[in-house]
């Protein structure tokens, strides 16, 4: 019996090591399926709706506790823990990434200002990077167009002075799978991501902290509250009249803001 049950647990193990393998692998066909399915089929219907459900006529979903649990929580959960989320990376970082990028990039419309238009920033900032290259241009030809890394950073740059902020995000998260397939530009009002996770929490729709968190010189500071100000996860604020970094994701967008240079980014791991 136990040696049953031990080779019953080896070859389950040994399936599903096989799946994950298959799900997660960054050029697996399975996975390429997946993500042509996801972008053709399911990602703007989805962001449309998740986006009505939290700031949209159907709010009260949101809203309730039943229906969230019994309508919301069974898709933004999965969804967001192993499917499809993202991790919020600072403008010079991001520009250093795509410098270091092999293979074609391309851009098309942001898909969760077209899936509800209901933000007034700019559309064409769906920067499409490795695998989600071919994918999205497959899938859109008359949407997307492939660009060189200059205009991908000037892209970068133009909405950073807009005030959004950018995130990388992941397909197929599955056996610490890093499949990064696009980068975003993203703004509290238009994001369904950043909506979802405002929303529902991180624990239920997480984002992934990035490798950088903001640091602040105490001394330098002048108090004027930009950091503040311009922080989308409320990770800044003043206490006793002294500068605080709370649940920092990453962004940078304090560190662009501040003027006085208080406030810079640093890798995570020396916080």
Same mark, same amino acid.
């Given at each position: ?6 080779? $019953?647990?080896?070859? $389950?193990? !040994?399936? %599903? ?16 399926? %997946?993500?042509? $399915?996801?972008?053709?089929? +399911?990602?703007?219907?989805? $962001? ?23 309508? +919301? ?23 250093? !990434? +795509? ?67 950018? !995130?990388?995000? !992941? ?35 997480? %984002? ?64």
């Amino acid at each position: 019996m136990i040696s049953n049950r031990w080779f $019953l647990a080896l070859t $389950l193990s !040994m399936v %599903l090591g096989h799946l994950t393998s298959l799900i997660s692998a960054e050029y697996s066909p399975f996975r390429l399926f %997946l993500l042509r $399915l996801f972008a053709k089929y +399911i990602e703007v219907p989805l $962001l449309h709706l998740s986006y009505l459900a939290c700031r949209g006529n159907l709010d009260f979903l949101s809203k309730f506790s039943l229906t969230r649990w019994l309508l +919301i929580y069974p898709i933004a959960y999965p969804f967001g823990h192993w499917s499809d989320t993202g991790k919020p990376v600072p403008e010079e970082e991001l520009e250093k !990434m +795509i410098a270091s990028l092999e293979g074609p990039i391309a851009v098309g419309p942001c898909r969760c200002r077209i899936g509800h238009r209901n933000c007034p920033h700019p559309i064409e900032t769906d920067i499409v990077i490795r695998t989600g290259t071919s994918v999205w241009l497959e899938s859109f030809p008359d949407e997307y167009r492939g660009i060189e890394k200059e205009e991908a950073k000037r892209i970068i740059r133009d909405c950073a002075s807009q005030g959004l902020f950018h !995130m990388v995000f !992941m397909h197929c998260l599955i056996g610490d799978a890093v499949n990064e397939y696009v980068i975003c530009n993203c703004c509290t009002d238009g994001c369904v991501p950043y909506i979802l996770n405002r929303t529902l929490g991180q624990k239920i729709y997480p %984002l992934i902290k990035g490798e950088w968190k903001a640091c602040v010189n105490v001394d330098e500071c002048k108090v004027c509250g930009e950091c503040v100000r311009v922080c989308p996860f409320g990770a800044r604020a003043f206490i006793n009249n002294k500068p605080e970094v709370l649940d920092c994701f990453g962004c940078g967008l304090c560190a662009r803001a501040c003027p006085s240079g208080a406030s810079k980014m640093v890798p995570r791991q020396e916080q």
